[in-house]
């Protein structure tokens, strides 16, 4: 399992709820989720093969922007 961590400028759950079906619609991602209490609104992504482009992709066709901070490879738990 492989975590990435994108910077966005999602900022409230009427955002969450806007990015939800973009995010969804990537079968890859097993789970994600936005820390709203974060200066940097960052959004965790969980999935076997993370391609970050399709990520970024799907947050900007929501209206936002995503900017990749970090990955972590490995078992997640």
């Known amino acids: 399992m492989k975590k990435a961590v994108y910077k966005t400028n999602i900022n409230c759950g009427n955002c969450l709820s806007t990015v939800t079906p973009?995010?969804?619609e990537l079968k890859e991602v097993s789970e994600w989720s936005v820390d709203l209490?974060?200066?940097d609104r960052l959004l965790t992504v969980k999935a076997e093969n993370?391609?970050?482009?399709r990520v970024i992709q799907a947050v900007?066709?929501?209206g936002f922007k995503a900017e990749k901070k970090q990955s972590v490879f490995g078992?997640?738990?």
Do not use: T
């Open 37 to 39: 209490s974060s200066k």
């Open 22 to 24: 973009f995010l969804n």
């Open 75 to 77: 078992k997640l738990f």
């Open 50 to 53: 993370i391609d970050s482009d």
């Open 60 to 62: 900007e066709q929501a």
